[in-house]
């Protein structure tokens, strides 16, 4: 069964250091997000990509965040300059349609020192 | 607001027992009702939406408009079951499917 991938599953970083974060979609899907979770606290949505451009994002995703699609499989996350309240669990998901059952990759710990 | 709340943190059943997880949401609209589970070690995956009506590993659960509810429900809790039990919320209109979560009840099923 394909699964959503995210790479790397940890990741240390120096704060005001830029980080990106990889995920790789099921392959015929079209929608693409980002949610994270900060230990302790709900899962929360981050900024949803479709037909190239971002569909929608939250208030969480300001200037710091950009998202890519730089080829026909990966979907990156980039946090340009890290604080320390960036340190969360950081979720990739896809769904085939937009209102269709999103999956969800295994996610990436993030930890800014 | 837009607002998905589940009142317990943790919820700790003997096995065999009925569990009832509880989740309320805040919108004004008819929105999608999700409820997600996550077992330990693995992701995040869906266990049973609300237009679906079905049960999946014996759970059900019903959307109560009146009382803006979403609880799930089991007759008889297994060890398996445990795990943490994410509700979530999709808005009704715009097509981007973003999800609400609620913060998670941690179901822990005692032998």
């Known amino acids: 069964e394909p699964e959503v991938t995210q790479t790397p599953s940890h990741q240390v970083t120096q704060m005001g250091q830029e980080v990106i974060l990889r995920c790789v979609p099921i392959?015929?899907?079209?929608?693409f997000y980002w949610y994270r979770q900060i230990l302790g606290q709900k899962v929360e949505f981050l900024v949803s990509?479709?037909?190239?451009?971002?569909?929608?994002k939250s208030e969480i995703f300001d200037d710091q965040f950009s998202v890519e699609r730089p080829d026909g499989s990966n979907f990156t996350l980039k946090i340009r300059s890290t604080k320390l309240e960036d340190s969360a669990m950081y979720f990739c998901?896809?769904?085939?349609?937009?209102?269709?059952?999103?999956?969800f990759g295994p996610g990436t710990r993030l930890l800014v020192l | 607001a837009q607002r998905v709340t589940q009142p317990e943190k943790l919820l700790s059943v003997f096995k065999g027992a009925p569990v009832e997880l509880k989740c309320n949401y805040s919108?004004?609209?008819?929105?999608?009702l999700f409820w997600y589970v996550q077992y330990s070690r693995q992701r995040l995956q869906l266990l049973l939406r609300?237009?679906s009506r079905e049960s999946i590993k014996g759970f059900t659960a019903d959307l109560n408009k009146g009382e803006t509810s979403f609880h799930l429900k089991k007759p008889f809790a297994q060890e398996e079951d445990s795990a943490m039990y994410y509700c979530a919320l999709r808005p009704p209109s715009g097509n981007t499917g973003k999800l609400i979560f609620g913060q998670g009840t941690t179901l822990q099923v005692k032998p």
């Open positions: 392959s015929n899907h079209l929608y």
């Open positions: 998901a896809s769904s085939g349609q937009g209102r269709e059952t999103q999956y």
């Open positions: 919108y004004s609209g008819s929105p999608e």
């Open positions: 609300h237009i």
């Open positions: 990509f479709y037909n190239n451009e971002i569909s929608e």
